[in-house]
């Protein structure tokens, strides 16, 4: 299994970001999918997830409205289309698989990580 983030970059406050999370070596269409962000000095914050075919999703509060997850189950890929970015949203982005197609929460696999400044 193998997850790779791309898109992450400095952007001013009130701007707008794309994430993409690469999948391979499993079956994408069966998993739920997680965005987890880990802001500097705090800990793990969950974002945002999305079910096996993309038609369900949640969001944490703080990006509720301004964040979207999505999947292309063709392409394995995920993402996450932030908008209307504040300084508070500076971390380093993950994606996560849980470690089979039944569960939602039990994180197995990890991306390397993306970071996202937002400064001015």
């Known amino acids: 299994v193998q997850l790779v983030e791309s898109g992450g970059g400095l952007v001013q406050p009130g701007g707008s970001l794309r994430l993409s999370c690469a999948a391979s070596g499993f079956t994408f269409s069966r998993y739920y999918m997680t965005w987890v962000r880990q802001a500097p000095g705090k800990g793990l914050e969950w974002v945002s997830d999305i079910n096996s075919s993309g038609g369900a999703s949640s969001y944490a509060d703080s990006v509720k409205g301004r964040f979207t997850i999505s999947k292309d189950n063709a392409k394995y890929t995920l993402y996450l289309q932030m908008s209307s970015l504040k300084p508070d949203a500076t971390a380093l982005y993950y994606c996560?698989?849980?470690?089979?197609?039944?569960?939602?929460?039990?994180?197995?696999?990890w991306g390397q990580g993306a970071q996202v400044p937002v400064y001015s």
């Open positions: 996560a698989a849980p470690v089979d197609g039944s569960s939602r929460w039990k994180f197995a696999y």
